[in-house]
């Protein structure tokens, strides 16, 4: 099984950036793709990014694309989302999610994960204010 922790949330004005960090601990892959998405209140869960282990590309939803950037570090198991110029639409939970299951193959796939696959974090606050 695999265990995700995910940190670096938090309250930040508008246009500020914070860094998210997902450690990965367990029984872990190096072939596998890992995901960020998130749900704000009354909403559902959206996708926000994603990256493949083994190669290091990256998908990125519309609505974060030029401000987000997720990349990973292999040797610490650790998936970060450095999030730039943030918007109050960017106040939500950040979940972190790993395809355990190898389903999702690619970065762009990664998009349609639902939480009844792989295993995700608990989340962590991100609040950006006006």
């Known amino acids: 099984q695999v265990q995700l922790v995910e940190s670096g949330g938090g309250l930040v004005q508008a246009g500020g950036s914070l860094r998210l960090s997902c450690a990965a601990s367990?029984?872990?892959?190096?072939?596998?793709?890992m995901g960020w998405f998130r749900q704000a209140p009354g909403k559902e869960r959206e996708f926000v990014a994603a990256?493949?282990?083994?190669?290091?590309?990256?998908y990125y939803a519309d609505s974060v694309k030029g401000r987000f950037t997720i990349s990973r570090d292999n040797a610490k198991n650790t998936v970060i989302l450095q999030m730039n110029s943030l918007k109050p639409e960017d106040t939500a939970v950040y979940y972190c999610?790993?395809?355990?299951?190898?389903?999702?193959?690619?970065?762009?796939?990664?998009?349609?994960?639902?939480?009844?696959?792989?295993?995700w974090g608990q989340g962590t606050q991100v609040t950006v204010s006006s």
């Open positions: 999610a790993a395809d355990t299951q190898g389903i999702f193959t690619t970065a762009q796939a990664m998009r349609l994960m639902t939480s009844d696959f792989g295993s």
């Open positions: 367990g029984r872990t892959f190096s072939s596998y793709a």
């Open positions: 990256i493949t282990w083994s190669t290091g590309s990256t």
